[in-house]
C-alpha cells in the first residue's frame, strides 16, 4: 500500500521548493535529477510533470538554472519548456541530457533563435540525429546570448558537423565552450575521420571565442592529429582541449608537442585512454616546458617507467602543474619515488594527483599491507612491492571548479 502511493506522487511547490538549491550570487537552482527522483519518489519526470513544473518558476525569479537530466521528457515536454522560455527571461542555463527528446523539440528551439536569453544548454544524450544538429547550427547562426553548448552522443553525423562548424567559422563569435564528442558515421558507413579533422581544423583557425572544447570518441587519428594542429596554430583562444578516447599514437602527440611549443593559451589538455607510448611521451616532453599547461591528463596511455620518467622530469616550468592525472599507466620504483619526492618538494600537491605515494616503515608495513590485501577503500591498486607503495583514490581527489 505505502509502494503504490509513492509510485503516484504528484509533484507540488512544497517539493519543488525542496529540491532548490542557492548560489554564492543569490540565485538559486532547481535540480530535478531523474536518478535521484526515483531514489525518492520512485519515478523520473514524464511530460505531464512539466507544466507543474513551469507554473512554479513563474513565481520564482531567482530561479536561473534549470536541471532535468536523466528524466523521461519528450518532444512534446520540451516544446512547453520552449514556449515557456519564450515568456520567460529568468532562466539562463538548461540541462535536459539523457532525455527523449528528438529533431522535433530542437526545431521548436530553433524558432526562439533572436530572442532566447539562455547562456547554457546541454542536451547530449538525446536522439536529436543530423537534422537536430542542422537546427542548433541555425540557432547559433542567429543567436549571441549562447555561451556553452554540449551536443555529445547525441547522433551527431558528418552532415550536421559540417553546419555546426561552419557557422562557428564564419558567424558565430560568441560560444565559448562546446562539446562534440561521439560523432557517428552515416547508417552502415564509418565515420571518416580525416573529415572530421579538416572541419574542425577550418573553424580553429578562424574562430575567435572559443575556450573549451571536447573532441572524444571520434576516432582520430596521428595524421587527423596533423589536420587539427594546422588549424590550431592560428587560433589564439583556447583554454581547454579534451582528445580523450581517440586513437592518437606517438606520431599525433609529437604534432600535437608542435603546436604546443608555440606557447598557446592552452591551460588545461586531455588526452587519456589513448596510445601515444613512450616514444609519444619522449616527444611530448620536449616541446610541455614551453607550454603553459596546468593541468594534463595522460593516463591509460601504454606508458611504462621510461615514458613517466620522461613526463615527471619536465615538470619543472614557468607555469608549473597544478592537476596531473597517470592513473591506468605502469609505474615503476623509480617513478614512485620520483613522485614521492616531488610530493614533499611540494612540486606536486598530494590532493590534485590521482595517486598516493606512502614510504614503507616496519611501523606501518603491516598496516598498508592488509589494506592493499583487502582493496575496500582503494579500488585500483598499482602496485605495493618494493620502497614505495602506490594507489589509486578517486574518493580524496580534489578536481577544479
Known sequence: MYMEKVIHFTLNSLFLECMCTRNKDGTKNLVLHG????KRIKRRIINEDISIILNFLKDKPKIKHLYLPYNSITSEGFREIVQFLEENENILTLNIMNNDIDERGIRSLARLRNTMKLTSLRINGNPIGAKGGKYLGFLLLHNNSLRSL?????????ESLVYLTAVLQYENNTLEKLN????????YYTLLSDHVAQKLSKMFSTNTSLKEVHLEKL?????????????LMYNNTLEVLNLSCNQIGDYGIECLSEYLGKGPPLKKLMIHHNHIGNTGA????FKYPSSKIEYLDISENRLTEEGILDILNTLRKPYPIKYLFIRGNKLGFQSRKVIYRMILSGELEEGKIDIKVYKKTKKVDEKYINVFESAVDFPTIL???????LYVDKNELSLPE
Not at 536518478?35 to 526515483?38: C, G, H, K, T, V
Not at 554540449?150 to 558528418?158: E, F, G, K
Not at 576516432?219 to 588549424?231: A, P, R
Not at 619522449?282 to 616532453?285: E, T
Request: proline share 0%.
Open 35 to 38: 536518478a535521484q527522483l526515483f
Open 150 to 158: 554540449d551536443v555529445s552522443q547525441s547522433d551527431q553525423t558528418i
Open 180 to 187: 562534440l564528442s561521439r560523432v557517428l558515421g552515416q547508417w
Open 219 to 231: 576516432f582520430l587519428t596521428d595524421h587527423d592529429i596533423e589536420i587539427l594542429v594546422y588549424g
Open 282 to 285: 619522449r616527444a611530448f616532453s
Open 383 to 389: 602496485s605495493c612491492d618494493g620502497m614505495y607503495a
